[in-house]
């Protein structure tokens, strides 16, 4: 089993959306025996520091964005055990500058 390092922050949904969505992982995760998790989309992974550190920069960070609707695409899978099965998001414009705007926020490598 891989372990995750550092801290993820989330897109949550809200609404019917979340309701839905949940409703499938409960289903999928009692059927298949695995663990359960909150829909989301992670807006961006690896953020490393301390507790205290992090709290900031995600305040900092969340003053910078706001509500907007994320569109899901298609069901893929890797061979990891985070990601052995998920949604992707459709990269919009949105979507992906709010993913730069967050690694600059937390100081990892922009992707170009």
Known sequence: MSKAQGYSL???PTGETYDRLNNII?????RYKTQ????????????????DDV???TSQLTALLHPHM?????????????????VK?????YVMSANQLARGVYGQETIV
């Open 36 to 51: 359960y998790f909150e829909p989301h989309v992670t807006l961006v992974g690896g953020i490393l520091g301390s507790e």
């Open 55 to 57: 709290i900031s920069k």
């Open 26 to 30: 409960v289903s999928l995760s009692k």
């Open 10 to 12: 989330w897109l949550i």
């Open 89 to 93: 998001a459709r990269e919009t414009a």
């Open 70 to 86: 994320i569109e899901l695409s298609r069901i893929d899978f890797l061979n990891e055990y985070f990601r052995c099965l998920f």
